[in-house]
């Protein structure tokens, strides 16, 4: 098995598949992490051609989504694949790695309302999005706090350092941190998990990770968010990625109702254990592999 990141990302990835099968040793399976994009312009030839050899290479395709995995037929040569399977992720409920960073001592605020927004900083990762809904919460819920905690490069930062300081009306409760060690382990410390996503989200892992430690999320559409929070409102809440209304209210409706959030966050978490365990995850790679 080949473990790419996106499709058709690095190109020895491919090229690992196709070798393998060409010196006689068989079919093998392509792993792909992100979704697969068309081919660059101008090299569509190129790009058609090495799909082709690895249709021929590979006897089964696994993405970490269905969305993820259906990204392929945007290549014509996958246009009608059916050997394309999707296993989520898992994660570890038995994890003990606990984080030192106590987010209200650290903003000094005590028993106000918390959500969590834990990303890198990139554009597609809609902290504007996020930015904007919550000015309209702040409306209803004044003394509610977002705190953004992720990495990137320098330039990103400032970025949306900058998309901060353009909100001065909501700026002091709107907290931004940088790369905190064990960031998993904050959730519990929120009342909501916040996921604004534009595009390329293939599996939504910080969703997994919230709803296995009963926290209810609120994300955007994209990807394979609304797979792993589902539609029913059961965990959480999943808008369209423009709706930043809908994004405020339901936020709002969860900041004022304990009870709902509660709720939600136990549901939340019978879900992930269903659905994904990392047992679960890696008995379903052992039984492809097997095949």
């Known amino acids: 098995m080949v473990i790419n990141g996106g499709y058709p990302g690095g190109e020895s990835c491919r090229l690992a598949n196709i070798v393998w099968h060409k010196i006689g040793r068989g079919q093998s399976i392509h792993n792909f992490h992100n979704f697969a994009v068309a081919p660059r312009f101008g090299f569509g030839w190129y790009e058609n051609w090495l799909d082709s050899l690895l249709l021929k290479s590979t006897k089964l395709f696994i993405s970490v989504s269905k969305s993820c ?67 309209k919460v702040l409306k209803i819920v004044p003394n509610a706090h977002l705190v953004v905690c992720g990495s990137s490069t320098k330039n ?10 353009e909100m001065s009306k909501v700026a002091d409760n709107i907290h931004l941190f940088g790369f905190i060690p064990n960031g998993a382990s904050l959730i519990a410390q929120a009342d909501i998990i916040l996921i604004g996503s534009q595009e390329f989200e293939s599996f939504g892992l910080t969703a997994a990770e ?33 709706d930043i209304n809908a994004f405020a209210k339901n936020i709002i409706l969860l900041l004022q109702n304990k009870e709902l959030r509660d709720k939600m966050g136990r549901s939340g978490r019978e879900r992930a254990l269903k659905f994904f365990s990392a047992d679960k995850m890696s008995m379903k790679y052992f039984e492809a592999i097997k095949k």
Do not use: W
């Open 210 to 242: 919230s709803m296995i430690r009963k926290k209810p999320v609120i994300s955007t559409n994209v990807g394979g968010l609304a797979e792993v929070i589902g539609t029913d409102n059961s965990c959480g809440f999943v808008v369209n990625k423009k």
């Open 69 to 135: 995995a259906d990204s392929l037929k945007v290549r014509n040569t996958f246009k009608n694949l059916t050997n394309n399977i999707h296993i989520y992720n898992g994660i570890n409920d038995k994890s003990k790695k606990k984080s030192n960073f106590n987010i209200r001592k650290n903003i000094g605020i005590e028993d106000n309302p918390l959500c969590l927004m834990l990303s890198t900083y990139e554009p597609r990762k809609g902290h504007q999005f996020i930015f904007r809904a919550f000015e």
């Open 156 to 165: 990103q930062i400032i970025n949306v350092r900058r998309l901060k300081s």
